[in-house]
């Protein structure tokens, strides 16, 4: 697939996508972190999102590209006092900046067949799926690198907390729960 006049906006207005990504994250009470970085800091990393997509896309969408790039970003994040939560919810704010960009020069997929445009759209919303997965993977890899395990919770148990999730059905004790319709 051809993404040429998509690099190129990208390329030429990717500071503008970061100062509207900017503009979001300061008004929003879920980024206490981020409203501690200069603004200049936290545009210039939200440049670097679009410089690494512009650069994924020339590669073919290679995801082993974005899977350095993203778990790169989760663990420096981590070791800066992130909370998790932050993180996800900065992509998210970059996910709706990037999109409202593409309405804004919604030209680029004028005369566009149905059946690319889909494929034009899902490998965009590929990147920043796999960007929170990597992300993810990368803060809770450095978080596990850098645990003081004691001695209430194992390695293992912390894990499967984090990873495979604290509510499977297997880990449910029925008899707790007063079930009731919604």
């Given at each position: 697939?051809?993404?040429?006049?998509?690099?190129?906006?990208?390329n030429q207005y990717k500071r503008h996508i970061a100062t509207a990504y900017f503009e979001q994250v300061k008004n929003t009470e879920y980024m206490k972190t981020y409203h501690k970085f200069d603004p200049?800091?936290?545009i210039?990393?939200?440049e670097a999102t679009y410089t690494h997509l512009v650069e994924w896309l020339k590669s073919g969408s290679d995801n082993d590209a974005a899977e350095k790039f993203f778990a790169n970003?989760?663990?420096e994040r981590y070791k800066e006092g992130f909370p998790l939560s932050e993180l996800n919810y900065a992509l998210y704010i970059s996910k709706?900046?990037?999109w409202s960009f593409m309405i804004e020069h919604s030209e680029i997929i004028e005369g566009l067949d149905k059946?690319?445009?889909i494929e034009f759209f899902g490998i965009l919303s590929n990147y920043f799926a796999l960007g929170g997965f990597h992300m993810v993977r990368g803060y809770i890899n450095t978080l596990f690198d850098q645990l003081d395990i004691n001695d209430r919770l194992t390695r293992e148990e912390i894990h499967?907390?984090?990873?495979?999730g604290a509510l499977d059905d297997e880990d449910l004790d029925m008899s707790e729960f007063a079930w009731r319709h919604v």
């Open positions: 697939m051809d993404f040429g006049n998509v690099i190129n906006l990208i200049e800091k936290v210039a990393r939200e970003v989760g663990s709706k900046a990037f059946k690319i445009l499967n907390i984090l990873v495979r």
